[in-house]
């Protein structure tokens, strides 16, 4: 009985057909691969591609699939292209209508307006906030880390790993490192954004807040709808400024503030001893503001293991730079030219900083999704307001995807553009399209020596009860760092002692981050720490310590002579 129901539903479905002219072909079999390939699409019924006549007819369920969905399938091949698209048509109420419409201008953003140009897909980018080109090139990797380059090259020219070596300083022009900056972030986001999009087709940008009316439309600053066949939404996300009485009264900095400033800050106490709160510390420290940081937990980087904290911690505190762990900001107030910062400590009790220069907020990001019109859609967000989504970067509703910093996946421009990209073939193919795998990413924090990792560090592997040891080699032990004199930091290697597979690496050196790709490709092709030991290096290389570190699991390095195995 439900069989036949659910056949005579079916057959009252209605079919569509349509005639596309498709290039590229240049034999029969051409005709047969693009029926086999569109066949693939689910709600085709018939496909009938012609070689003389350059034209592929589909008879398609549009409650399943769609003409656009059937277009992007074609032109997903590197051969084969439907002509003569239009950017974008009329929808119900002469509403302007696009294949894609983008909410963002970011990393993710420009990655998906990539891949769907390529797809031939009309597409409308709004952006709203930040410049096109998002967090990254306007507020993020680029200028932060323009400035601490330049704060190495301070240090490096007042101190000394040599004892024959004496340094005679540096003279900082503050304000001319902030114009370059500028000047860099203005080139960059044109070159590697703006230009890369100036010759597409397709591509429709609107600068303005776009927000869901209803899960089929939006409004661009609150006047001009437009409508989609899918959307996309990369927003982003912004600093967590955390509700602290008074905190919005003392006219508190963020990296997108800050880094600004062409007049350099005689101090600063930074709030939060995140990845972002370091390097900023680091950086406006070694060009001659006086740094202070206030963590409310108990060390710095405290999503890493205790060791990596204790590592940075000494290097920080030897350059000057207050640490005060466990305090709590509870209150702000201006006092003078100053600002009086209340705290509480862990035994209860209260205190007072007063910093005479700017406070800076480094306590983490939070997802832009406050003005999106999320609950006018249904559409599924996180306890902290990030929007859910599968590996396919898939949300709760069929027609609306997520990439980025504003979904609950790692917050890197990295995984952001590869996010993009697999959304839209997710979105609009039927060929097999990737899917989002985190398990040997790489990422490295900026501090000085770098932070690196990939896979699972020794507290991941036990929460997950997967076996593991773990390997730890000081840099005293690796020929490069003692020939440069600076031994701070370790490689340490952890393994499944069942398979000898490298299952995550934790590397704290200068330049650290360099060794860390290698790491996460044995991860992601499950190399044994045996191959890792058994390769060659090149001797008198960081890279070594890789081998040695491996070596470190069965052997006593400190008593192998060099280039030992």
Known sequence: MFKNIFKK?????????????????????????????????????????????????????????????????????????????????????????YDLIIIGGGSAAFSAAIKAEDLGLSVLMVNGGLPFGGTCVNVGCVPSKTLIR???????????????????????????????????????????????????????????????????????????????????????????????????????????????????????????????????????????SKVRIIEFTDRVLRTQTPDISEALETQMRSEGIEILPNFRAVKFERQGNGTVIHCKCTDGSFTKITEPGRVVVATGIRPNTQKLGADKTGLKLGPKGHILVTERMETNLPHIFAAGDV????????????????????????????????????????????????????????????????????????????????????????????????????????????LIQQLSMAIKYGITVKELAEGFYPYLTLGEGIKLAAITFGKDVSKLSCCAS
Not at 43 to 52: E, L, M, T
Not at 410 to 430: C, L, M
Not at 432 to 437: I, K, N, R, V
């Open 9 to 97: 539903e079916q057959a009252s479905r209605p079919v569509e057909e349509v005639i596309l002219e498709v290039s590229g072909m240049t034999c029969d079999h051409c005709a047969t691969s693009i029926e086999k390939l569109v066949s693939q699409n689910k709600g085709v019924k018939k496909v009938r591609a012609n070689f003389p006549k350059a034209s592929c007819a589909c008879e398609f369920d549009p409650s399943l699939t769609s003409r656009e969905e059937i277009i992007a399938t074609i032109n997903s091949t590197k051969n084969y292209r439907v002509k003569d698209e239009t950017p974008a048509q009329s929808g119900p109420n002469g509403i302007p209508r």
């Open 150 to 288: 330049a704060a190495e090259t301070v240090y490096h020219a007042s101190h000394s790993n040599f004892a024959g070596i004496r340094p005679k300083g540096a003279d900082v022009d503050f304000a001319k490192i902030i114009q370059d900056k500028k000047q860099l972030v203005a080139t960059l986001q044109q070159k590697k954004y703006m230009d890369v999009v100036d010759d597409f087709n397709h591509l429709k940008m609107v600068q303005g807040w776009a927000e869901f009316v209803d899960e089929k439309n939006i409004l661009v600053n609150g006047k001009d709808r437009y409508t989609a066949l899918k959307f996309l939404i990369a927003t982003g996300a912004t600093t967590n400024v955390p509700a602290i009485e008074g905190l919005n009264k003392v006219g508190y900095l963020t990296n997108t503030t800050l880094f600004d400033l062409e007049e350099k800050p005689e101090s600063l106490t930074i709030m939060g001893a995140g990845y972002i709160g370091l390097e900023i510390a680091m950086a406006y420290n070694r060009l001659g």
């Open 407 to 514: 979904t609950d996946t790692p917050a890197f421009v990295y995984t952001a553009a590869f996010e993009g990209k697999i959304a839209v073939e997710n979105a609009f193919t039927s060929a097999t399209a990737g899917q989002a795998d985190y398990s040997s990413l790489p990422w490295v924090v900026f501090t000085d020596p770098q932070v690196a990792g990939a896979g699972l560090d020794e507290a991941q592997a036990e929460a997950q009860n997967i076996p593991f040891e773990v390997s730890k080699l000081e840099l005293k032990d690796v020929p490069r760092a003692i020939a440069a004199h600076d031994t701070r930091g370790f490689i340490k290697l952890i393994r499944n002692p069942e398979t000898d597979r490298l299952i995550g690496a934790r590397v704290v050196a200068p330049e650290g981050g360099e």
